[in-house]
């Protein structure tokens, strides 16, 4: 430990200084919901399992969740600024209610086309077209 | 309050082993636990984008929702961080898991996407990822430090919303006057779209009996007969009635 508080402030004070001392705020919250959600977008486009692609919609619907949270807590709301107070948490519960849901029929839809043309793999699913 | 409780305990902690020297006594102990969550959140949610197999794509999403819950932690929602690690890490991710193993067969463990689909989904991520940021950064109020805060546990105050009765201070920036209404019609749509759901999911993955034409021939030559005489009954009795409406 007396190494590591020797090492750390000489490696880390040019780049987290400013971030490990100052308090986090609702924008840092803002940039780990955008990032999940980008991650959540493009696993959606990207994967050709099905279930990857309901793994891109769990890390969308999470990126929004983060958005909620960081705007109804009241540690991280700055000088002036508005809060969304316990709403944001109430719908942010909502949100995870419906993705559960979402994830069982999704997953049940999945299980049937598994059973009845032997593959998970969405760019053989050209019948499933009206 | 817990989150307080946390820091100053970290801080003490920190205070009675290390020898306090300038930097490391300014240390913020939340802003390096919100560091350590968003970075193991952020790198597995970029792990499953990046990852082929579809059991270690599970694993890195159960990792990167947890370290979201502890973020939820962090911003003073214990019940919704609670909520996501019962519901989403221990609940949905499971289902997603079995789901992964029922349909592991070996050529669906791994499919690969073809290299150019790679180079386009990662240019339109990083222009959405480019607009979101920006929009993330643009409101001046957002950026500002905290202002130290001192709130109640929330699960009393969100049990009450969702019965329809709102009990909580009004958050900060909404006029007094404002109309807050409750949650308790959502709660109750929620609860029958949960009960829908419930019998969807159980009538739509439910196993089939299996009627292969082959059995349907063997049953059929096997009553031959009856059926043969039934149909002559049926014939007969069909002339009968129409010979009536004449």
Not at chain 1, 37 to 59: D, P, Q, S, W, Y
Not at chain 2, 25 to 54: G, I, K, M
Not at chain 2, 64 to 79: I, K, N, R, V, Y
Request: net charge positive; proline share 4%; aromatic share 6%.
């Amino acid at each position: 430990m007396n190494h590591l508080a020797a090492v750390l402030p000489s490696v880390a004070t040019p780049l987290f200084a400013g971030l490990l001392s100052s308090p986090v705020g609702v924008a840092h919250y803002l940039v780990v919901g955008a990032i999940l959600f980008t991650a959540g977008v493009v696993c959606m486009a990207l994967k050709r399992n099905a279930l990857g692609v309901l793994m891109g919609i769990e890390l969308v619907l999470n990126g929004a969740n983060v958005n909620f949270v960081a705007f109804s807590s009241p540690y991280l709301r700055g000088e002036g600024a508005a809060s969304l107070g316990l709403d944001g948490q109430v719908i942010a519960l909502f949100v995870i209610l419906l993705a559960a849901a979402e994830a069982a029929v999704a997953l049940a839809i999945t299980l049937n086309f598994y059973n009845n043309h032997a593959t998970v793999d969405i760019d053989r699913a050209e019948d499933l077209k009206g | 309050m817990m989150i307080a409780v946390l820091a100053s305990s970290m801080s003490m902690l920190g205070s009675t082993l290390l020898p306090i020297s300038g930097p490391m006594a300014a240390v913020n102990w939340h802003s390096v636990l919100f560091l350590l969550f968003a970075a193991v959140a952020c790198a597995c949610a970029v792990a499953v984008v990046l990852a082929d197999n579809v059991v270690r794509m599970a694993f890195y999403l159960v990792l990167s929702l947890a370290s979201t819950a502890g973020l939820f932690f962090l911003a003073g929602a214990e019940f919704v961080g609670a909520m996501q690690l019962m519901i989403y890490v221990g609940g949905t991710l499971v289902l997603l898991v079995f789901g992964v193993m029922l349909t592991a067969q070996a050529p669906f463990v791994a499919i690969k996407t073809s290299s150019s689909d790679r180079v386009l989904a990662g240019m339109v991520g990083a222009a959405l990822l480019a607009v979101l940021l920006q929009a993330a950064f643009r409101v001046e109020p957002w950026r500002r430090p905290a202002v130290a805060a001192e709130a109640a546990p929330a699960a009393t105050p969100i049990g009450m919303a969702l019965l329809g009765v709102r009990v909580d201070e009004p958050a900060a920036g909404v006029p007094a006057a404002a109309v807050r209404s409750g949650y308790l019609l959502p709660f109750e749509i929620v609860s029958i779209h949960l009960l829908v759901v419930l019998v969807g999911a159980a009538y739509l993955a439910r196993a089939k009996r299996r009627r292969t034409p082959r059995a349907i021939d063997v049953a059929a030559s096997s009553v031959g007969p009856v059926v043969e005489a039934r149909q002559a009954a049926r014939s007969s009795a069909s002339a009968l009635v129409s010979g009536g409406g004449r």
